[in-house]
């Protein structure tokens, strides 16, 4: 299979969005990735060093984006502040996807924008099947923004997900699909 290609960058109203570069590690660290709060319903562990945690992080990002595995994406506002990351993992069509933010990004709307942008391109691209995302259940922000971006409810599957900041004890998981028209 080929490396699909993929949009390295997209602009909503309010927002910028653009693959990461090393460049980003301190934003990545300062904005969301040490914040305890941010990362309560992430896959992976609070950073706690730049060069420990978050530069290896950026990284992996870049090896896995020219592998055509992973694709992450860093938000900006208009004025350039860094507001979070979203991420798409290919597993070869079948299309998984995350968000974070800062804590003092959430409530506006951000995510939901981005995934208006966003969800469209990645499903009209011909290697996508299938493109989705879960949530922890008692992440309720979460779940109510892949509502709102247009993301069908399809189950909740238990003990689907172990959250190392939520002392890594398996959690119940919402599972959604973005609607593909039939090719």
Known sequence: MTTPKV????????????????????????TYASVKKSTRYISWPTHKSVEKDTL???DYALQAWNAGTDFTYLIFDLSGIPVGS????????????????????????FIVEVLNEMLPWFAAQVWVYRLWACCDVDNTASKRVLEKAGLQFEGRIADWAIFPNQKFKSKDCFFFHYP????
Request: no cysteine.
């Open 180 to 183: 593909l028209k039939k090719r």
């Open 56 to 58: 290896p992080f950026v």
């Open 86 to 109: 979203i991420g798409f993992i290919n597993e070869k069509g079948r299309v998984s996807f995350g968000y974070i933010l800062g804590p003092a990004f959430w409530g506006k709307g």
């Open 7 to 30: 949009k390295e960058q997209f602009e909503t109203e309010r927002l910028k969005i653009r693959k990461i570069v090393p460049t980003d590690t301190p934003h990545v660290f300062d």
